[in-house]
């Protein structure tokens, strides 16, 4: 079965500082994996999706991601941090084949101070 | 170009009652899936529907149904409600999944509160 883990619930970090939101899957091949971002009262909004090719892959809003096969991680960074990036991130994996499915992380809870 | 819709907006309901949660994916997709979303918690997924047929299911119990129209909009039903069914439940709308993987587009969830 495929699983998640975002390490970190919340993190702190003052605007202008880059960002590392940390995440580990669990899957048996090569899975689909995804950053999402949610704001309060919204839906959720892709920030950026690997699915094969050059394991660093860039999303929206300045924010890229690394996929290490080795470590089973796929990280999200962003170089400097904007006020607006305060919300909620979720890791998720999706299977390969069939009617794929979609497991999200816990999320992470991002705070930006001035 | 209207994205994913959801409706209700908030619904509170009381224990034992039974809920109807409408969704309409964005235009040209044809494939929904419901995720449900308890308070601090990551999307949990229910089931997803393509051609009117459930294809999916998580690990939720039989009280938890869906239906998918000719037109492609969804209804998730949940019968004998729990208090701890209590949660934002998001819709997602995609094209056929055994294509290629196609992103899921999220709608901005109904807020159910069971009391």
């Known amino acids: 079965a495929q699983s998640v883990t975002q390490p970190d619930i919340h993190i702190t970090v003052s605007e202008g500082a880059s960002l590392e939101l940390r995440c580990n899957y669990s899957?048996?091949?090569?899975?689909?994996l995804f950053w999402y971002v949610q704001s309060p009262g919204q839906g959720l909004q892709l920030l950026l999706k690997y699915f094969s090719g050059d394991t660093l892959v860039q999303g929206i809003k300045g924010f890229e991601a690394e996929f290490k096969r080795s470590q089973s991680s796929f990280n999200l960074r962003k170089p400097s941090v904007h006020w607006s990036d305060a919300a909620e991130y979720f890791c998720?994996?999706?299977?390969?084949?069939?009617?794929?499915?979609?497991?999200f992380g816990t999320g992470t809870k991002l705070q930006v101070i001035p | 170009d209207a994205g994913v819709t959801q409706s209700p907006t908030h619904l509170i309901k009381t224990r034992g009652q039974q809920v109807t949660l409408r969704c309409s994916p964005k235009?040209?997709?044809?494939?929904v899936s419901w995720y449900q979303q308890a308070l601090g918690q990551g999307p949990q997924f229910i089931f997803q529907y393509y051609e009117e047929e459930e294809r999916q299911r998580g690990n939720f119990p039989d009280r938890f149904s869906g239906h998918q129209f000719p037109n492609y909009s969804s209804e998730l039903n949940v019968n004998a409600l729990l208090l701890g069914d209590s949660a934002l439940y998001l819709c997602?709308?995609?094209?056929?999944?055994?294509?290629?993987?196609?992103?899921?587009?999220f709608g901005p969830g109904t807020r159910l509160t069971v009391l």
């Open positions: 235009s040209g997709h044809d494939t």
């Open positions: 997602a709308s995609s094209l056929n999944p055994q294509r290629q993987y196609n992103e899921q587009f």
């Open positions: 899957y048996g091949a090569t899975p689909y």
């Open positions: 998720a994996v999706g299977a390969r084949g069939g009617y794929q499915k979609v497991t």
